[in-house]
């Protein structure tokens, strides 16, 4: 029993490992596309020109970290349902105020779930840059306290809506409660934060749907005010936007 257990904690480990240098890959192909590594010619070998082509354009955008979180969702990929990595994207900014690059980082979340099987889920986190992945959770339960705070979030996510007159502008919009702290003083401090995940969709018939995009589907404003206010709630470490379509994610987390 212990033997098989380890087998499974060093194939996981190596399978989320190899994952996350295929992220890096793929955001900072035009800086690395001529290394000579077996990855990357593996990942040449599913592109076609239009997605070289996107990648090399990144290179006009600030710089995109990609890393792979400590959890795996529900996703839909081919004809089964998927429990795969989701991924994290995050920007390097000179200044707060400095445009996310929304477009981009939608069509990227498309590219890496094509090149990488493992991921079915990509979404942006607001504020600082984070460049290693965590490999811890918080213990989570469904206590009061918990409850609150995925319900504090969901309030906050409805209330900016309306006020922006956004109620009607996707279909749906679940909000996700993460067990996971970032920006922990130190490796180690032991994880006891929780992230939010806010999930807008647009869809007709709920079988297919795509993510919405802001400046596209919601306005910023709408979307920068959500995180905002969420990212003050007690407990809460980050807040993270969903940019995947259905497939190959689910609508909702699970």
């Not at 003050?232 to 259905?246: F, H, M, N, P, Q």
């Amino acid at each position: 029993g212990k033997q098989w257990y380890q087998r499974r904690v060093r194939g996981y480990m190596e399978n989320y490992i190899e994952c996350n240098n295929k992220l890096n890959l793929i955001c900072n192909y035009h800086r690395l596309k001529e290394t000579q590594s077996q990855l990357l010619n593996s990942l040449e070998g599913q592109m076609n020109d239009t997605t070289r082509e996107f990648l090399m354009s990144l290179k006009n955008h600030p710089k995109i970290y990609a890393v792979l979180l400590p959890v795996r969702s529900v996703g839909v990929q081919g004809d089964q349902r998927s429990y795969s990595f989701a991924a994290a994207l995050t920007i390097e900014r000179e200044e707060a105020s400095q445009a996310v690059p929304w477009e981009a980082l939608s069509y990227l979340t498309k590219v890496i779930t094509m090149l990488c099987p493992d991921v079915n889920r990509c979404c942006y986190m607001f504020g600082e840059k984070i460049e290693t992945p965590l490999k811890d959770v918080t213990p989570t339960y469904l206590t009061p306290r918990n409850l609150n705070r995925l319900r504090e979030a969901d309030a906050v996510v409805n209330a900016t809506l309306q006020k922006h007159g956004e109620i009607g502008s996707v279909a749906q919009m679940p909000v996700v409660l993460l067990p996971l702290h970032f920006d922990r003083p130190s490796r180690y401090d032991p994880s006891t934060q929780h992230a939010v995940v806010i999930r807008p969709i647009t869809t007709r018939d709920f079988m297919t749907g795509a993510a919405a995009v802001p400046g596209k589907h919601l306005t910023t404003d709408c979307v920068m005010e959500m995180a905002k206010v969420i990212g003050e709630i007690a407990g809460i470490s980050r807040v993270l936007y969903d940019l995947t379509d259905k497939p190959p994610g689910t609508i909702e987390w699970e």
